[in-house]
């Protein structure tokens, strides 16, 4: 009958309409805006940003339709992580720009932070920061020429 045929459509039309929406507000659900207290500091990044590296604990806990939950969220929105944020402004910088930009902070101590969130890739960049530093500290003569 017609109207079985009008219905059939509609609810293709809506089916069709409703995955699109929900792919939509995934995308958008991907490129929010994400506030952390990550060991009392405030960082404000993206969902896209934290789950750029997709086998990492870190990207786990901030993927969409994932059963690892993200950790403590305040009742304002922020999500509360138990990590250094010195390492951890190390790690972010790392995700946004796949470089390692030290500043004054020893690989050392962006280690354990970095093993915490399993970023393996940054581990081996990490460890052979800290190889070619200790082969330029041993390569350094120990003694000074005295007057």
């Known amino acids: 009958?017609?109207?079985?045929?009008?219905?059939?459509?509609?609810?293709?039309?809506?089916?069709?309409y409703l995955k699109l929406d929900n792919e939509?507000?995934?995308?958008?659900?991907m490129t929010d805006w994400l506030k952390l207290n990550v060991g009392g500091t405030?960082?404000?990044t993206s969902r896209t940003t934290l789950t750029s590296h997709p086998t990492s604990s870190l990207a786990r806990m901030f993927q969409l339709n994932n059963n690892l939950p993200?950790?403590?969220?305040?009742?304002?929105?922020?999500?509360?992580?138990?990590?250094?944020?010195?390492?951890?402004?190390?790690?972010l910088n790392w995700l946004r720009y796949?470089?390692?930009?030290?500043g004054g902070v020893k690989a050392e101590?962006?280690?354990p932070v970095a093993d915490y969130f399993g970023l393996e890739e940054l581990r081996r960049l990490l460890s052979k920061h800290m190889r070619k530093e200790k082969k330029t500290r041993?390569?350094?003569?120990?003694?000074?020429?005295?007057w």
């Open 1 to 16: 009958s017609l109207l079985q045929e009008i219905l059939t459509l509609f609810v293709k039309v809506m089916a069709k």
């Open 109 to 111: 101590d962006v280690m």
């Open 24 to 29: 939509a507000k995934q995308k958008e659900a």
């Open 98 to 102: 796949k470089q390692l930009m030290l």
């Open 70 to 91: 993200p950790t403590t969220i305040t009742p304002d929105g922020v999500y509360l992580i138990d990590a250094c944020p010195v390492g951890f402004s190390v790690i």
């Open 42 to 44: 405030i960082f404000e």
């Open 138 to 146: 041993s390569a350094k003569p120990s003694w000074r020429w005295r």
